[in-house]
């Protein structure tokens, strides 16, 4: 499987994700825990696809704050490199959900069990103290992406965060379609485009567009917690716009 992933001239990244795409194990897991997130529980996706979006943009938050001077948990606290910070958050991100194969309900906490020995092949590259580093920045950061437990590293606070933001173009599709027509569902077809450049009070501007007012409910409800509790919130400011036209989503809703 190919896993885009702007690795650049960090070349212990590039050796990780061809581990990525190497396992099959992994692969298949992500197939499977999108059929107790789509099949079974009706969610949106939470496999390969969803992986690769909140590792893209893991990756491009982690790269926006070192280029702004913020120095990343695990060069501070562990003395390693940038290049080592990029490996935790993009194995954090596609990592993240894979507890979805046991349950959606506790799969922050199942993931770990499931991740630690995925993350030994993955990292066969590093030496065994290097990697043990990673595998505890990686846990640490996958058990508290959907908690309201703050992170303790920069890198926790970027995965969180990107998590939150594979928000755009209808990626809660799947449960409207299958008979969801509640508010998050609604609210999360209003955004269109989620836009992350260098801002100028802050160092990350995220601007979000929408087509429906709705979607201030998945910025507010979604997006505003968990970068509240990411220990980001400095860093970062969030813009959200309406087009001039409103698009239409629901003509009608009971309650029978």
């Not at 058990?143 to 969180?160: N, Q």
């Amino acid at each position: 499987m190919r896993f885009n992933i702007p690795c650049r001239n960090n070349k212990k990244l590039a050796t990780v994700v061809k581990a990525i795409e190497a396992n099959k194990e992994l692969q298949t897991y992500w197939k499977c825990a999108n059929v107790n997130a789509i099949d079974r529980l009706g969610y949106s996706d939470h496999g390969s696809v969803h992986v690769k979006i909140v590792a893209n943009i893991a990756l491009k938050i982690l790269r926006m704050l070192i280029e702004a001077g913020v120095k990343p948990s695990i060069v501070t606290n562990h003395k390693l490199t940038n290049e080592d910070a990029e490996v935790v958050v993009v194995l954090a991100s596609i990592l993240h959900d894979v507890g979805m194969i046991v349950h959606r309900e506790g799969h922050d906490e199942f993931g770990l069990f499931i991740a630690f020995y995925l993350l030994h092949d993955l990292l066969k590259s590093y030496s065994i103290e290097e990697r043990s580093i990673i595998i505890s920045e990686v846990l640490h950061a996958m058990v508290l992406h959907d908690s309201r437990i703050k992170p303790l590293t920069i890198e926790a606070g970027v995965v969180r965060v990107a998590d939150a933001l594979d928000m755009e173009k209808g990626r809660a599709r799947i449960p409207f379609t299958l008979g969801k027509k509640d508010i998050h569902a609604v609210s999360a077809l209003a955004i269109d485009e989620v836009i992350i450049k260098k801002g100028k009070k802050k160092p990350i501007l995220i601007k979000i567009v929408m087509n429906n007012s709705a979607g201030i409910f998945q910025i507010d409800n979604l997006l505003k917690p968990r970068i509240e509790d990411s220990g980001l919130q400095k860093y970062i400011t969030v813009v959200a716009e309406v087009k001039p036209k409103e698009r239409k989503i629901l003509k009608r809703f009971e309650i029978e």
